[in-house]
């Protein structure tokens, strides 16, 4: 617990399952004196106070911006341009506006034109989630031990950043520094094109006609089904994620079509040692994943009962 709050007031625009497990983190942690929150939906204004989230929940997100110190937009990257221009002429003097979307390029291209001069605007990312969604999703644990990755313009105030990342520190998260040109084509290999893949590969079987939906749902063996988890993900949070970061997306998909016409030819011509290179390659890639402490190498396969807030725990 921290002697005094972070942030005297933070204000979260969306409260889905990032800005929920932000709220309960924050809490956690005593890192802000008040949290309120912006939702358009009555039912999702009604559940963020219920759970006990946030102290006030608000229809109009200035309202919530309004004399906020920290300022997280939380919502599909489509809204953030609408958004950043209803909230900027409510923002005081020194107050911090950053994000939790999967694509920092638009941030820069939409966000930024619509603020004040005397804010500070400090993309971030945290990389965590789940394939769930709405604010009773959320779970504190959800950014214990996870990567947020901000992406500060060059001249960005540094006392300003080193705040926003002592607020993920204080989240659980650890924080990394890059350029929001290289984060959008890190994440289009890492998270964007395999989310696509699932989507895709998922969409396939249901369109099979020699094997029925019900034949595809009842032998789902562990690979389709963590490729159905994928795919269960928000469909408008995804489809902005593709609209907005298609130039990366589109550059690492072509280099997957290019190695997975290679592995098309390695089967065809029964080349079972390029299989096995490229197999014993990519376990060793699965065993630093678990050695970082990204993943656990527990055989569960989606077993767990669930944690705090429904979830499976980290």
Request: charged share 20%; proline share 6%; with cysteine.
């Given at each position: 617990?921290?002697?005094?709050?972070?942030?005297?007031?933070?204000?979260?625009?969306?409260?889905?399952?990032?800005?929920?497990?932000?709220?309960?983190?924050?809490?956690?942690?005593?890192?802000?004196?008040?949290?309120?929150?912006?939702?358009r939906?009555?039912?999702?204004?009604?559940?963020?106070?219920?759970?006990?989230?946030?102290?006030?929940?608000?229809?109009?997100?200035?309202?919530?911006?309004?004399?906020?110190?920290?300022?997280v937009?939380?919502?599909?990257?489509?809204?953030?341009?609408?958004?950043?221009?209803?909230?900027?002429?409510?923002?005081?003097?020194?107050?911090?506006?950053?994000?939790?979307?999967?694509?920092?390029?638009?941030?820069?291209?939409?966000?930024?034109?619509?603020?004040p001069?005397?804010?500070?605007?400090?993309?971030?990312?945290?990389?965590?989630?789940?394939?769930?969604?709405?604010?009773?999703?959320?779970?504190?644990?959800?950014?214990?031990?996870?990567?947020?990755?901000?992406?500060?313009?060059?001249?960005?105030?540094?006392?300003?950043?080193?705040?926003?990342?002592?607020?993920?520190?204080?989240?659980?998260?650890?924080?990394?520094?890059?350029?929001?040109?290289?984060?959008?084509?890190?994440?289009?290999?890492?998270?964007?094109?395999?989310?696509?893949?699932?989507?895709?590969?998922?969409?396939?079987?249901?369109?099979?006609?020699?094997?029925?939906?019900s034949?595809?749902?009842?032998?789902?063996?562990?690979?389709?089904?963590?490729?159905?988890?994928?795919?269960?993900?928000?469909?408008?949070?995804?489809?902005?994620?593709?609209?907005?970061?298609?130039?990366?997306?589109?550059?690492?998909?072509?280099?997957?079509?290019?190695?997975?016409?290679?592995?098309?030819?390695?089967?065809?011509?029964?080349?079972?040692?390029?299989?096995?290179?490229?197999?014993?390659?990519t376990?060793?890639?699965?065993?630093?994943?678990?050695?970082?402490?990204?993943?656990?190498a527990?055989?569960?396969?989606?077993?767990?009962?669930?944690?705090?807030?429904?979830?499976?725990?980290?």
């Amino acid at each position: 617990m921290t002697d005094a709050p972070l942030f005297q007031r933070v204000a979260l625009l969306g409260i889905g399952l990032i800005g929920a497990s932000m709220a309960l983190a924050m809490r956690r942690a005593g890192l802000a004196g008040e949290i309120v929150c912006a939702a358009r939906s009555v039912e999702t204004r009604a559940a963020a106070l219920s759970l006990g989230l946030v102290s006030a929940a608000y229809e109009d997100p200035a309202e919530a911006a309004r004399d906020a110190d920290l300022i997280v937009l939380a919502t599909p990257l489509g809204a953030f341009g609408p958004l950043a221009r209803a909230i900027g002429p409510a923002l005081k003097a020194g107050a911090i506006v950053t994000d939790v979307g999967s694509v920092k390029d638009i941030v820069f291209r939409d966000v930024a034109p619509a603020l004040p001069l005397n804010v500070h605007l400090i993309p971030g990312h945290p990389v965590a989630g789940t394939e769930h969604s709405g604010p009773a999703a959320g779970f504190a644990e959800l950014f214990d031990g996870r990567w947020c990755i901000l992406t500060p313009a060059p001249d960005a105030d540094e006392a300003a950043v080193a705040r926003l990342s002592a607020f993920w520190t204080g989240l659980g998260a650890k924080v990394e520094l890059m350029s929001a040109e290289h984060h959008d084509l890190v994440l289009a290999i890492t998270s964007h094109v395999p989310h696509l893949i699932a989507y895709n590969i998922v969409g396939t079987a249901s369109d099979l006609e020699t094997v029925t939906r019900s034949e595809v749902i009842k032998y789902s063996a562990g690979g389709f089904r963590d490729f159905t988890r994928i795919a269960a993900s928000d469909p408008t949070m995804w489809r902005d994620v593709f609209l907005t970061n298609k130039t990366a997306v589109l550059e690492m998909l072509g280099r997957f079509v290019e190695d997975l016409t290679a592995l098309q030819r390695a089967i065809r011509w029964g080349d079972g040692d390029a299989l096995f290179e490229l197999f014993t390659r990519t376990r060793a890639i699965r065993r630093s994943i678990i050695d970082a402490g990204q993943d656990s190498a527990a055989p569960d396969f989606g077993r767990r009962p669930p944690g705090p807030g429904g979830e499976p725990p980290a």
